[in-house]
């Protein structure tokens, strides 16, 4: 639980900080820095910005001069006011946000590659019968190299399963390397999405070992930045099947889902949760991009609209739509903790 409201606060916090930092370099006044929402429980001034601990630690907020999210009408035209900015200074401000959720990621993801990441060991623990692996691959056998490939644990060899026809693996067993030649065969397989999908298999099953992946400066960049692109992209198609309706609305997970995930993982030591932070960091840099007022991806909308047609959106239809965004996030928050309390309660 502490661990849970440990990490989101820090995500939070950094998301907004990002606000922040580009409402500052680009002259606008932040009034107020809140972690949390409701009854501010601490608040201390420095400079112009109030920094404040809310009650409720599900958000944060900074309120800058001339924005209230609550109330679009509310306007000031000093020139230290979000308002009096060009739309394009609003839109660095808003990207502030979700650019530090993924640069955080992104740092999280560097942070362990160099430090060395737990990974399995590419070492096979039994093969499949009557799969292409079974013919010729042994428990124990440890995948060295494929196609010419280096390998250093068992994620790298999916991926090299999907990309070739036919494999060339470098094997060691017993202390002596052989050479082999396999060729996948396509199965039918559900993905993480539970769609039905053709993938290549040879038929290998993990040892379970666990190994220390050490990796060059070079190789930490390309690693951290492959991870979070996964990540990001993964968010993303997962948004676009809640929407089409490929994955239902009964997958949605709360606050209480995301702190009984948090606690789990935390049992399984400082690792595991920096992973779960960093995809939670990306989470929150994409779902706060969608284009649904009331998030940074809405406001963005209305500015991208002011600089291409020369003419803000009208103030009645702000409201209404900034209205309606909030129906939709509380709608999906309450679905979302409904599907919680039904996970845990075990219906």
């Known amino acids: ?110 942070f362990i590659a160099f430090t060395g990441w737990t990974k399995l060991a590419p070492v096979i623990g039994k093969t499949i019968p009557n799969t292409p692996a079974a013919k010729v691959l042994k428990p124990g056998d440890k995948i060295v190299k494929i196609n010419g490939v280096e390998i250093k644990s068992w994620d790298e060899i999916s991926p090299l399963i999907q990309k070739y026809d036919v494999l060339h693996l470098t094997v060691e067993r017993n202390k002596r390397y052989l050479s082999v030649d396999l060729k996948p065969k396509i199965e039918l397989q559900k993905n993480i999405f539970g769609e039905e999908i053709k993938r290549k298999i040879v038929g290998i099953i993990p040892s379970g070992d666990v190994i220390k992946v050490h990796y060059s400066p070079v190789e930490a960049v390309k690693i951290a930045w492959d991870k979070f692109v996964f990540d990001s992209m993964l968010i993303i198609k997962g948004v676009q099947k809640l929407i089409t309706g490929a994955v239902g609305l009964n997958t949605l997970s709360g606050p209480i889902g995301i702190v009984d995930i948090t606690a789990k993982v935390a049992d399984y030591g400082w690792q595991p949760l920096l992973l779960l932070a960093a995809l939670l960091s990306v989470n929150l840099g994409v779902l706060n991009l969608l284009p649904i007022p009331a998030l940074d991806g809405g406001h963005i909308m209305f500015n991208l609209y002011e600089a291409i047609f020369k003419r803000e959106v009208s103030e009645e239809i702000m409201v209404k739509l900034t209205i309606g965004g909030w129906i939709i996030l509380g709608s999906l928050m309450l679905i979302g903790i409904y599907n919680d309390l039904h996970r845990l309660i075990g219906g």
Not at 22 to 42: C, H, N, P, Q
Not at 78 to 90: F, G, I, L, V
């Open 1 to 110: 639980m502490i661990s849970a409201v440990i990490i989101l606060s820090f995500l939070i916090f950094f998301h907004e900080l990002g606000h922040f930092l580009m409402a500052r370099l680009v002259g606008v006044k932040v009034e107020v820095f809140s972690i949390g929402f409701g009854k501010k429980l601490i608040c201390k001034k420095f400079g112009d910005t109030n920094w404040c601990l809310s009650a409720i630690p599900l958000g944060g907020y900074v309120q800058m001069k001339g924005q209230d999210d609550t109330n679009p009408n509310l306007k000031n035209n000093d020139p230290d006011s979000y308002n009096s900015k060009t739309p394009w200074q609003r839109i660095l401000i808003l990207l502030g946000g979700p650019g530090f959720n993924f640069l955080l990621a992104f740092l999280i993801y560097l």
